[in-house]
């Protein structure tokens, strides 16, 4: 019986699409090449209006959805002003 070593994997999936990254090594930087860590900071409020909480969100997007998302935010800000 011999030892075999497994090294340690990673997935990374788009969440919002849920397309797999085909790499499976870590990333220093959280995410794969080219993918978007989009975090929407907010606080959570209480029954009296006081923040209570943070209530951030965050996604971590393939660079097709980072794409999609990117033009739908440029169309509500122009359509905005």
Same mark, same amino acid.
């Given at each position: 019986?011999?030892?075999?070593?497994?090294?340690?994997?990673?997935?990374?999936?788009?969440?919002?699409?849920?397309?797999?990254?085909?790499?499976?090594?870590?990333?220093?930087?959280?995410?794969? $090449?080219?993918? #978007?860590?989009?975090?929407?900071?907010?606080?959570?409020?209480?029954?009296?209006? @006081?923040?209570?909480?943070?209530?951030?969100?965050?996604?971590?997007?393939? $660079?097709?959805? #980072?794409?999609?998302?990117?033009?739908?935010?440029?169309?509500?800000?122009?359509? @905005?002003?």
């Amino acid at each position: 019986m011999g030892l075999n070593e497994i090294p340690k994997q990673y997935e990374y999936s788009c969440d919002v699409c849920n397309y797999m990254h085909d790499k499976r090594q870590y990333y220093n930087s959280g995410r794969p $090449p080219h993918w #978007t860590q989009l975090i929407l900071r907010r606080e959570g409020y209480d029954m009296t209006g @006081a923040a209570a909480c943070d209530a951030s969100i965050s996604f971590l997007m393939c $660079p097709k959805c #980072t794409d999609i998302v990117v033009e739908k935010m440029n169309a509500l800000k122009d359509s @905005a002003q």
